[in-house]
């Protein structure tokens, strides 16, 4: 059985968080690759990230959250039967976040300097706009040794390590909240209400029989909607059978 974990934010803030989370990853994917042609790929996610972290004001979100952790460890700290020692281990890397987002300046503030990352970006912005006659520069970068652009890639990447280690925890901190439990969708529809604290619903479902879930709602409530991906002609798109799959309300 092939399955897949699905997830839908419940509030702007995570899915900021998410849309962040994935950018990342997808930047480390492409900073290790030897082709060219990945690596411009790589300047495409880059530039999207700045774009996002421009635009957002991530440090205060990640901070509040942090700050919530942080009371959250401290009221775990009594429990009886609590593993102190993940505890005491999970506090320090709250601590120590909290403490770097208050000393650093802005996300990615190295990168948007950067002289040689400023004179491309623009471009990127323009289909098609990367071509040679367009930035010769970036053309010049690309053809110089594959060590030495692997060495600045790293360095690049290595300004963005405190977002990623804040957007990690906090994500984690918000997955770990709940378990998955088994659930079905009667006729493919499921409905549920959202406590104020939830902000993330997580589905695992199977990906083999050709229908995936979708979610509509808020914070207060939320209804997840199993559609078909192939539909024929005159078919409905929606699943009107019952679907077992799991469930996980953070």
């Known amino acids: 059985m ?30 290790t690759a030897d082709l060219t042609s990945l690596q411009l790929i790589f300047f495409e996610q880059l530039f999207e990230l700045l774009d996002l972290v421009e635009r ?10 942090l700050e919530a952790h942080e009371k ?14 993940a505890l005491e281990q999970a506090l320090k890397t709250v601590l120590t976040l909290r403490e770097k ?18 004179s491309i970006r623009q471009r990127f912005a323009i289909p098609g ?24 890639i790293s360095q690049w990447l290595g300004s963005l390590t405190l977002l990623d280690d804040a957007i990690t925890v906090s994500l ?20 549920g209400v959202a406590e104020d604290s939830k902000e993330l619903i997580r589905v695992k479902c199977r990906v ?5 879930p979708t979610l509509s709602g808020n914070k207060y409530r939320y209804a997840l909607r199993f559609m078909q991906f192939s539909v024929k002609e005159g078919q409905n798109s929606a699943v009107e059978n019952d679907i077992q799959f799991h469930l996980s309300a953070c």
């Open 2 to 31: 092939s399955s897949a974990v699905f997830e839908f934010p419940l509030k702007e803030k995570v899915r900021n968080y998410l849309r962040v989370e994935q950018l990342l990853g997808q930047l480390k994917m492409t900073a």
């Open 56 to 65: 957002l004001d991530l440090r205060s979100d990640l901070t509040k959250d």
């Open 72 to 85: 959250n460890l401290v009221y775990w700290s009594s429990h009886p039967q609590i593993d102190s020692s």
């Open 101 to 118: 987002l208050k000393a650093d300046r802005r996300f990615a503030s190295v990168l948007k300097d950067d002289k040689f990352l400023s």
């Open 129 to 152: 706009g990367t071509c040679s006659f367009d930035l010769p520069s970036l053309h010049f970068w690309l053809q110089q040794p594959l060590e030495r652009r692997k060495y600045e």
């Open 172 to 191: 984690s901190f918000i997955r770990e909240r709940s378990q998955f439990s088994n659930v079905v969708a009667e006729n493919g529809f499921y409905q």
């Open 208 to 212: 083999d029989e050709g229908y995936y």
